[in-house]
T-cell receptor
Framework: NAGVTQTPKFQVLKTGQSMTLQCAQD?????MSWYRQDPGMGLRLIHYSVGAGITDQGEVPNGYNVSRSTTEDFPLRLLSAAPSQTSVYFC???????????FGSGTRLTVV | EDQVTQSPEALRLQEGESSSLNCSYT??????LFWYRQDPGKGPEFLFTLYSAGEEKEKERLKATLTKKESFLHITAPKPEDSATYLCAVQVGSGGGADGLTFGKGTHLIIQP
């Protein structure tokens, strides 16, 4: 039982480059979310999805896109990387709002 | 604006020395309060969900309680393996999205042998 799998674990990008952070879950959870974690800021919601084909913005969506074509996958796309996007990114999933999130192990992204 | 404040920011205890972590919140329409544990370099690990004032949940040496304005995470006779950052988060009826959790900044707990 893999849970929530994020790839890559580490990534260095140059300013202006684009990339996709991958997230996959094998628990058949309907709800999935992306958070970023910065020192002194806590976890902040970027985008979320309540089911395949349904996505919405969170607190800090600018510069990021998401799509949810399947229940299992929820990739996060950085359109044009900026140093302000240097952070640790966590993907999470849960069966519904009454349940706790299961988090992935994170992707540490550095934009230079 | 929904706010979640955790205190203290850091806490150092001796093994066996019980204490409590605080999570105070200012939100409209609380639909759940969550506690997570996070170890360095890892994702948060779910501990508890509390829904209504007066509710309590326990797991090993941890007990979480909820009032209308705050939640406490009580740690009884802690061991070094309880060292971690403990995160509090609230699920609200609006703000942060239909599935958004608003997180506090966490309490960094160190248990010394």
């Amino acid at each position: 039982n893999a849970g929530v799998t994020q790839t890559p674990k580490f990534q260095v990008l140059k300013t202006g480059q684009s990339m996709t952070l991958q997230c996959a879950q094998d628990m058949n959870h309907e709800y999935m979310s992306w958070y970023r974690q910065d020192p002194g800021m806590g976890l902040r919601l970027i985008h979320y999805s309540v089911g395949a084909g349904i996505t919405d913005q969170g607190e800090v969506p600018n510069g990021y896109n998401v799509s949810r074509s399947t229940t299992e996958d929820f990739p996060l796309r950085l359109l044009s990387a900026a140093p302000s996007q240097t952070s640790v990114y966590f993907c999470a999933s849960r069966p519904g709002q009454s349940y706790g999130y299961t988090f992935g192990s994170g992707t540490r992204l550095t934009v230079v | 604006e929904d706010q979640v404040t955790q205190s203290p920011e850091a806490l150092r205890l001796q093994e066996g020395e019980s204490s409590s972590l605080n999570c105070s919140y200012t939100v409209s329409g609380l639909r759940g309060l969550f506690w997570y544990r996070q170890d360095p370099g890892k994702g948060p690990e779910f501990l508890f969900t509390l829904y209504s004032a007066g509710e309590e949940k326990e797991k090993e040496r941890l007990k979480a309680t909820l009032t209308k304005k705050e939640s406490f995470l009580h740690i009884t006779a802690p061991k070094p393996e309880d060292s971690a950052t403990y995160l509090c988060a609230v699920q609200v009826g609006s703000g942060g999205g239909a599935d958004g959790l608003t997180f506090g900044k966490g309490t960094h707990l160190i248990i010394q042998p």
